[in-house]
C-alpha cells in the first residue's frame, strides 16, 4: 500500500487547510490510521487518529481545531484543520502505523 498525502501549503495564522491521503490500496482492514507531523527541529508527534470504528483521539495541542476522517469505500484519509497557528508548521504525513508512511505534505503557517 502506497500512501500519497496532499492539500498542504502556505496559509496565514487562522486560517484553514485540508489534507487528504489517498492509498493504493484498502485500508478497510486498517484498525488504526493517523496523521503525523514533523516540525522544524523537533521529533515526529502524533496529531491525530482513527480506528476502524471510528473512535478518534487528538494531540491536546490540536483538540478543537482539527478533524480526522476517513473514508474506506475512497481508501482516503482526511485532516480538517481550522484555526491554524504557526506552531502547526510542519511536514504532514499520513500512516498506518507499523506498517505503511507517505512522504508527507508540507504546512506553513505565517503569522
Known amino acids: 500500500v502506497q500512501l500519497v498525502e496532499s492539500g498542504g501549503g502556505l496559509v496565514q495564522a487562522g486560517g484553514s487547510l485540508r489534507l487528504s491521503c489517498a492509498a493504493s490500496?484498502?485500508?478497510?482492514?486498517?484498525?488504526?490510521v493517523g496523521w503525523y507531523r514533523r516540525a522544524p527541529g523537533k521529533q515526529r508527534e502524533l496529531v491525530a487518529s482513527v480506528t476502524n470504528s471510528g473512535v478518534t483521539t487528538y494531540a491536546n495541542s490540536v483538540k478543537g481545531r482539527f478533524i480526522i476522517s476517513r473514508d474506506n469505500a475512497r481508501s482516503a484519509v482526511y485532516l480538517q484543520m481550522e484555526n491554524l497557528k504557526p506552531e502547526d508548521t510542519a511536514v504532514y504525513s499520513c500512516?498506518?502505523?507499523?506498517?505503511?508512511w507517505g512522504h508527507g505534505t508540507e504546512v506553513t503557517v505565517s503569522s
Open positions: 490500496g484498502s485500508i478497510v482492514s486498517a484498525l488504526v
Open positions: 500512516a498506518i502505523p507499523g506498517h505503511y
